[in-house]
Antibody
């Protein structure tokens, strides 16, 4: 079945970087875009950006440009999201989800979420 | 891109209907037929409930329905059940492979 499985929780110090992974299975990896969505404690969902696994091109929300990099490894069907210069406000659960541009403009499958805690 | 506006909370008794609004702009909700709704229980990942404004994925009960008028989309839950108590988020495609989410609504079953 279609699955997105994310890496485990992380604890980082302010100023450090974190890299979260999202491994896809059950479908052709290159036919769906992967998106990242952030949810701070007690807050709503915030779209961060997307990557096209087929060619590696990425598009970031304005709030995250310059501090977030999304990459992929087609050999393992895995997408990575790295956030640099972490600050306490980056403490959140990070979710990956997929869509299929030109066909589907919604997220039909989500990862289980990865909690990133930024604390000194 | 500003978040879409949702009421903070709505409530209803079992069997009643509740409607959640989601207000955007001509650049998102009114500009594309790609509004979706997600249900999120505490500590869980979001779950797709409605897509393309009013379509239901298989497995989603037909008591969930979606609609749109101008720049406001709506999710209606008819015949409210205890398990419907959750947070609900709208989401709209906003062009150039970008999305914007709503502020979220907590549904309480009294």
């Amino acid at each position: 079945q279609v699955q997105l499985v994310q890496s485990g929780a992380e604890v980082k110090k302010p100023g450090a970087s974190v890299k979260v992974s999202c491994k896809a299975s059950g479908y052709t990896f290159t036919t769906y875009y992967i998106h990242w969505v952030r949810q701070a404690p007690g807050q709503g969902l915030e779209w961060m950006g997307t990557i096209n696994p087929s060619d590696g091109s990425a598009n970031y929300a304005q709030n995250f440009q310059g501090r977030v990099i999304m990459t992929r490894d087609t050999s393992t069907s895995t997408v990575y999201m790295e956030v640099s210069s972490l600050r306490s406000e980056d403490t959140a659960v990070y979710y990956c989800g997929r869509d299929r541009p030109r066909y589907d403009y919604h997220f039909d499958c989500w990862g289980q979420g990865t909690l990133v805690t930024v604390s000194s | 891109q500003s978040a879409l506006t949702q009421p903070r909370s709505v409530s209803g008794s079992p069997g009643q209907s509740v409607t959640i609004s989601c207000t955007g702009t001509s650049s998102d909700v009114a500009g594309y037929n790609y509004v979706s709704w997600y249900q999120q229980h505490p500590g869980k990942a979001p779950k797709l409930m409605i897509y393309d404004v009013s379509k239901r994925p298989s497995g989603v009960p037909d008591r969930f329905s979606g609609s749109r008028s101008g720049n406001t989309a709506s999710l209606t839950i008819s015949g409210l059940q205890a398990e419907d108590e959750a947070d609900y988020y709208c989401c709209s495609y906003a062009g150039r492979y970008t999305y914007v989410f709503g502020t979220g609504t907590k549904v309480t079953v009294l």
